[in-house]
Structures are given as C-alpha cells and as structure tokens.
C-alpha cells in the first residue's frame, strides 16, 4: 500500500499531506508539516514531550497512526499564542521560571490547555494529575503546577 | 516495515481484515509503541478506531461497554462513576485518551488494571469473528486470549451496589505507575459478615488472578484487621508473582496481605 | 502499622570549576551600528540560563539595560574558546571572560562619548537606560544608539572588548600533596524530613529544606531553579533510579520512562530554600557555581533521615521500599 493523502485541521488551519503507512501523528506534525514543539522523546508514550491536543483531548502523538485520525482536529504549542501573543499559560511559564531546557515544556503546557479548557478552576491536585504523564528532568516539577495555577488564575474573569 | 494501515467503518470489515492477518489496533498504546520500535510483527495494522463498537449503555444496572470506549470516556462516564477511581490509577491523561477497554485485556501484567476490575466484576466479553459472534466469562479471554480473526466487540457488566466495590492499587509512585499489587473486589456484607466475595488482583501474575483463597478465608465472617490478614496470607496460594523493575517476586507477595487488607479498610 | 517519621541532614562543599590542563574561556564583545552588544562566546546554555547570566554580568559592567544585550552562543567552528558547560564552571568563567570584554568595550564607548560631546571621559557616566551623560549636567548627554551610529560612521571606532578567564594549570606538591585545583568552592546543607511507611517500607520525602552558600546569586531565580530542580533529582537517585535494579546482574533494566523509575509531579515534597552569600573574590561580581552541587546532599540526607525514622541504615542507592521493609524485618526479627 502507497503512502496515504492525510487531510487535518491543524491550529485551525486545513492542511494536507502525505503519509507512509504507520507514521506516526508526531512524525507529521514534525516532518510534513515543519511544526516542531511536539517532541520525539521515547517513542512509547511514557514521557510526554509529544502531547498535542486531538479532538481536544491530549494524547501521546507518537502512539497515534495518523491515517486512522484523518479528518481530525489538532492543536499543537504553534497555535496557542494569539495574534503573536502570548497565552496566559505561555505567559506564566515565562514569568514563573517554570522552564530551564525547555525539552518538556511544549508537552508541560499542551497538557495544561488541555485541562484549562475543561477545567477552569482545577485544584493543585487536578494539576499534578493533568500533567503525570509528563516527564520534567530539570525543574523539579513545582514550579510547573505553580505556573499552571497561576496561568488557570489569570484567565478566569 | 508496515505495509498498510486500515481503518474499516464497520465491524464486518474489520473482521474480514483481522481474519485476513492484520494486527488488531484500538487505542494504538501498545501497537504503535512497537511500530516506533520495530518490532510489531504483522505488516498490516487494523484500526478499530471507526469500525463503530465503542459507546456505553446502562439497563438497569447492566452496562455493556464497546470495546473502543477509552478510558478517559470510562473516567467521564456517570453511569461507571465506581471505577473513576480504578481508571485514574492507569498511566496519564494523554494515555488514557487513546487506550481502550478492550485493549486492557491484552496488556500483560504488571499492565491491565481495568482488566483486573473486570475479573472481579464477573464480566463477559462479546467477542466477533469470521464464523459469528458469541459471549464469554473475562476469565477464559485474560487466560486464552481470541482466536485469530476475531474482534472483541463489547463487556458486559453489573454495576456493583454501593458499599460493595473495593479497589486499591500500590505503586512505586503516585500516579502514572504499573501495579505492584492491585485489588479489585466486589464483597457483599449482611448482618456484619461477608455473605459473598470476588477478589481479583493485578501485579501479581502474569495475568489478573482470582484470590479465591482469600474469598474462602473471607465468607461469615466480618471485615475486620485479623480476618484480611488471614485472607491476605492465604492469597499467597493464589499468586505466581514475577520479578521486574518496578518491584521483585519476594515483596509483591510480601506486601500482598497488607494491600488486600488496605482495599478493604483504607 | 505506622507512618514513622524522621529527620537527617547532610552537608557538601563543591568546587568549582576544575584544573584540566588549565581552564580558559574567552568572550568577545561588540556593538552593532545601533547599540546592540553582542556578546560571542562557544559557551552553552542547556537551560541553566548561562545566557541570561552573560547578559547581566555584560549589561551591569556596561552601564546598560539588558535589552541592549544579545549573546550568541556556541558555533565552535567560530567562536572564541571556552572548555565547556559542566564542573560548575560557566557562570564563573564565562561570567569573568564577559566582564573583562564589557570593561574595555565601555572604555571605548566612554572615549568615543567624550569626543562626541566634547567633555573628558572621566566626567562620563552611564544612567542605566541607555545614555551616557555627563556627571552632574545630565542634560549633555547621548543615547548609545545614536552613539554607536557615530563611532561606525563619524569616528570611524569599533566599540568592542576581549576578555578572558584562565584557571592556570596547577599541581600538586610532591612532598605534600598540596593543591589548588578549583577556583572557589561553594557549600550547601539539606535536611530531609521522611515518612516511612513500615508495613511496605515506602519512604515518602515530606519536606526538604536547603540552605545553600553560592557567593553571589545573580539570579535568585535560577538559582532557585537549580536548587529545587538539583534537589528532585537527589531525590530520584535516593529512592527511585537504577539502570540495575537487581545488581550485579543486569535482569529487568529498564527499558523506557515508565520502568526507570522517576518521581512524578505527585510525589514532590515542599521545598525550603535559603541562599547565603559570602562572595568570592575570584568570582564575577563574587559569583560561585551551583550546577552540580544540587543533587548531592539530599541523599545522604534521605539517608539519614531514613535511620531516623525507623532505625534501617542503608547505603546503597536507590533506597527502595523492598531494602526497607528487609531492614526493617532485620531489625524486627521477622524472617519471611
């Protein structure tokens, strides 16, 4: 079997491409599309550097075969700031320390959207869930549910 | 090197391509791990993603689950409230959104957590294949796996009545973390004394295994501190624990009677 | 069953940098046409923010704003010398080679200054916003946009500076075996306080308190951020990491981010921070090294805090509930 004409709508773009059979969404997002804050950092979906946002909910990328997903929407970290802007996530991260290598931070605030969209108002322990799945060498990991509590605070009215 | 990726809209289609050799792919966790590493072994995958057997539905307090339902549909669903706890102890968000509840059964242990509630809830997998459907107990798919060419299509449950469903797992960490030992029960009490027992637990062989030891020790008799620590120190008859990285043989059954005693008393 | 607590503590000094065959790292600086400053270096910044250090460290010795400062780092086909990002050495070394090469690049912005407005140099002085002025007549002043105009185009003059910083290769005294190996040495203290769980022998790290003696902290927070980053993963190596988990033999490695055990988010423990400063006098603006140090305390502290707790001394890492709950059953003459 060829490789597939793959349609999706990325950061509410429409865009199409190729892919070969078993290519994974992390592999289009970076290599058919140029879109390189998702991460390839184990390949199995126990780290977290690949989350995006699929249909609104975060998923591992490098576990998803994107031909099984045509027709779907994905928002990576690309399509977070608005109008160049920085996001009240983005924003916080910044101001908080919240990132040094910056490996996992794409994954760190996709996960963080994630939850933000659904709950605007989560406690530190709602944090620590949305982002147990993302792994942190550097920072220790407070000041990253910090800047997420921060970043749920400054978005509420 | 895979050859192929098809992702059938029908249960039909995905039958005839499951019986055609294809490897069966419904959250992808576990098969595109091994793509990414090389070492699935068919060429061909078979999504299960649109061949239309997800979906939750309650009679009663009979639910059936589609196959293709993922956990994180499980963790939202009010009809399954009693195993938000059980879905969230399994590995992250980002994982859950894609992993299915027919996919657990296939995990090997110390993997499959929900597997392990199923066995404890007595539930029966409705499985699909090339010479018809039929409906099995959990245990003979967590023992004997399917026959090639067929699909598990749905499982089929009782909502346990309130105050009778118990689960606790031990990690190594928090969240996000294999079983060292997991327990799942549905125990029925009247008048102080458990009138019926079924306890499944995860961790602790290679497949979820049924504490039936533990039940015997359990029934007329209360839930209380000394009768768990006998139940717990029997089900060590009922276990082949293994080694690996998360924890060794010697302190999976070790701690067995003090996690089994936990899922019961907090 | 009981949740036995405990408290241990333990101390460090650490070098930094090291004596190799002597320990250089260059910086060059110059001024674009519109006042930028752009600081070369092969140094590099892998998230420790060296770069944002250089930046303070070539915009406080200038006499102005940060945003007028760009670093650019580590082409080593290209840039000026340095050893390497690793032995603590970078904000020490890389940060004294930047002040050397901003006080002459100052130098020659004050003399093109003063011939531009027509005044002794010496009578210059920078306001920290971008102008060089005249000390007590700040109206005569100019913005070093515009002077960098003028000395590319009207004084033909490049505003720029060298620096350098060289640990010299130093050895030891036969007869004695003295040395002097490292530049300066920094010192930290953690105290750990513990939960042993002493049915499983789980540890569960409640709260770590670190008091840290860096010289001068240029950056509170990063240096916060290597405190608390360096005092997770002392965590993770006490209790949870091994490549071995049944050493010697190498069964049941672990193969990905799952099985390589690493404390998540839900298992960090409150964190106490203190820095005190004694400032080296070798050191940029008295800077010491804090990159590495950060990982070491904590776990003997762990260590001890453990014994504390429920008397079991172990001291082979990682400290896993299963060598617990043995130490434990040693202690208590249970033999299962």
Known sequence: ?157 | MITAVRTPESLAAAVGHAAAGGRLMAGGTVVMAQVNSGSVGSPELVSLRRAGIGGISLDGSAARIGATTTLAEVEESPELAFLRDAVRSIASPAIRSLATVGGNLFVPQPYGDLAVCLLALDATVEIAGPDGSREVPVDVVLANGVAPGEVVTAVRLAVPAPGTWFYHKAMRRKLNSAAIVAVAAVVGTAGGVVTSARIALGGVAPRPVRAVSAEGVLIGRPLETDVLDEAGRAARGDIEPFDDAYASAWYRARVLPVHLRRAFLG | ?336
């Open chain 3, 1 to 336: 069953m009981a949740k036995l607590r405990g408290r241990g503590y333990a101390s460090v000094n650490y070098p930094t940098g090291m004596n190799l065959g002597g320990d250089p790292s260059q910086a060059l600086i110059h001024a674009t046409t519109t006042g930028t400053f752009v600081v070369s270096l092969s140094s590099v910044d892998l998230g420790q923010g060296l770069k944002t250090v250089v930046a303070q460290c070539a915009a406080e010795t200038l006499g102005l704003p940060m945003e007028n400062i760009l670093v650019d780092t580590a082409d080593t086909d290209t840039g000026p010398h340095c050893m390497g990002t690793f032995a603590s050495r970078g904000t020490h070394r890389v940060g004294n080679a930047v002040i050397m090469a901003a006080a002459e690049a100052r130098e020659v912005m004050l003399a093109v200054a003063a011939e531009e407005l027509e005044v002794d140099a010496g009578d210059l002085e920078t306001d920290g916003t971008g102008y060089i002025q005249v000390k007590g007549a700040e109206e005569k002043r100019v913005h070093i946009t515009d002077l960098a105009l003028a000395a590319h185009f009207t004084h033909g003059r490049t505003i720029s500076g060298r620096g350098i910083f060289l640990k010299e290769k130093n050895d030891p005294v036969p007869e004695t075996g003295e040395m002097d190996p490292d530049s300066c040495q920094a010192h930290a203290c953690t105290v750990a306080v513990v939960e042993v769980d002493d049915e499983t022998g789980v540890v569960e790290v409640l709260e770590m308190h670190n008091a840290y003696e860096i010289g001068r902290a240029l950056n509170p927070a990063m240096v916060a951020q290597q405190v608390e980053g360096g005092a997770w993963m002392g965590m993770s190596h006490a209790l949870f990491e091994s490549t071995e988990p049944y050493y010697p033999t190498r069964d049941h490695g672990p193969g990905d981010f799952n099985e390589y055990l690493m404390p998540g988010p839900a298992d960090i423990p409150m964190y106490h921070n203190a820095i005190l400063e004694r400032p080296a006098g070798n050191g940029p603006f008295g800077a010491k090294g804090i990159g590495e140090m950060t990982a070491n305390a904590p776990i003997p502290a762990i260590a001890n805090a453990i014994f504390d707790a429920c008397g079991v001394r172990l001291d082979t890492m990682p400290f896993t509930p299963e060598r617990v709950l043995r130490g434990l059953d040693e202690l208590r003459g249970n033999h299962h």
């Open chain 1, 1 to 157: 079997m060829a490789s597939q004409v793959v349609n999706l709508r990325v950061n509410e773009r429409s865009r199409e491409f190729l892919a070969a059979p078993g290519t994974s969404l992390l592999s289009s997002l970076r290599d058919a599309l140029g879109l390189m804050a998702a991460k390839r950092g184990c390949a199995q979906g126990s780290c977290g550097t690949c989350t995006v946002l699929l249909d609104g909910r975060p998923v591992m990328s490098c576990l998803v075969a994107v031909e099984t997903v045509d027709g779907a929407s994905v928002r990576t970290l690309e399509g977070v700031a608005r109008d160049g802007e920085l996001d009240e996530v983005q924003a916080a991260f910044l101001e908080g320390f919240a990132t040094q290598c910056g490996f996992c931070t794409a994954g760190m605030i996709m996960s963080a959207e994630a939850l933000l969209d659904r709950n605007p108002d989560p406690t530190r322990e709602d944090v620590v869930e949305a982002i147990s799945g993302n792994v942190c060498r550097c920072t220790g990991y407070g000041p990253i549910v910090d800047a997420i509590l921060d970043a749920a605070a400054r978005r509420r009215p």
